[in-house]
């Protein structure tokens, strides 16, 4: 089991950068593939980006490709989204969430456990 708290959520102007973290507790970090979602109130819950166990491989929706860099450290236990260029349509609640993998892939869903959320504000 593991247990997943984000941070580095704001406010911040169209344009500008952030950077999340989620640190992970519990045992073999390294043997989960971790992924960032994002909920914008009235909205479901949607994918944004996922890595690997090794940090290998990573992949993006389309509408944060180009901005957003998912990476990994896992002598940390812990897990970034780097967010550049940022758009008030990327204003949500982000969340990171751990599903244990042997394969090496980055996963859009399937997902075992959740952080709480951190909650982005982009003004325009």
């Known amino acids: 089991q593991v247990q997943l708290v984000e941070s580095g959520g704001g406010l911040v102007q169209a344009g500008g950068s952030l950077r999340l973290s989620c640190a992970a507790s519990g045992r073999r970090f390294s043997s989960y593939a971790m992924g960032w979602f994002r909920q914008a109130p009235g909205k479901e819950r949607e994918f944004v980006a996922a890595?690997?166990?090794?940090?290998?491989?990573?992949y993006y929706a389309d509408s944060v490709k180009g901005r957003f860099t998912i990476s990994r450290d896992n002598a940390k236990n812990t897990v970034y989204l780097q967010m550049n260029s940022l758009k008030p349509e990327d204003t949500a609640v982000y969340y990171c969430?751990?599903?244990?993998?042997?394969?090496?892939?980055?996963?859009?869903?399937?997902?075992?456990?959740w952080g709480q959320g951190t909650q982005l504000t982009v003004s325009s």
């Open positions: 890595i690997s166990w090794s940090g290998g491989r990573t």
């Open positions: 969430a751990a599903r244990r993998d042997s394969i090496g892939r980055a996963y859009t869903y399937g997902y075992d456990y």
